[in-house]
């Protein structure tokens, strides 16, 4: 029976680390093909209220899929943990487990962290860029203004 409970925690530990890979991965490409989307929304002025609306529309999106992406990752680092404190019990018992160091639970901790942490960043990056994009649009000089300048400059 304890072998039968020793591989369930194992599979189950398993398919935690493929959800949160996916978890990551999807975030990751979410906000990289949103950066370049809200790039592009961002500097367009044709009817500037629409793509307003649209670049808000991305910018909640982008906040909806990145809290879910990372209430998933904290979620997963929790039952991560259970598992391994469950495993860590049952070597315990079994006197074994001066084979596992206890400290990986510190260290799958803060590698659930920097997930966070890179997603956050692509989120940010996502969001920032587009709107200073969008804010220094207009009060960019236009190729006109620059070649008279730097025809004032040759002269």
Request: cysteine-free.
């Given at each position: 029976m304890l072998e039968q409970v020793h591989q369930?925690?194992?599979n189950e530990l398993q398919q935690s680390a493929r959800t949160d890979t996916i978890f990551v991965v999807t975030a990751v490409f979410f906000n990289l093909?949103?950066?370049g989307v809200n790039w592009i929304v961002a500097g367009e002025s044709k009817n500037k209220s629409?793509?307003?609306f649209v670049l808000t529309i991305f910018i909640a999106l982008t906040l909806l899929v990145n809290g879910l992406a990372i209430a998933a990752l904290y979620t997963g680092n929790g039952t991560r943990n259970k598992l391994l404190q469950g495993l860590l019990s049952m070597y315990r018992d079994n006197n074994v487990d001066r084979y596992y160091d206890a400290s990986l639970l510190t260290n799958y901790s803060k590698r659930y962290l920097l997930f966070i942490g890179v997603i956050l960043c692509l989120a940010i990056t996502s969001i920032i860029v587009p709107l200073v994009i969008r804010i220094f649009r207009n009060q960019t000089p236009n190729q006109k203004q620059i070649n008279n300048t730097w025809g004032e400059i040759k002269q």
């Open positions: 369930h925690i194992i093909i949103l950066l629409v793509y307003d």
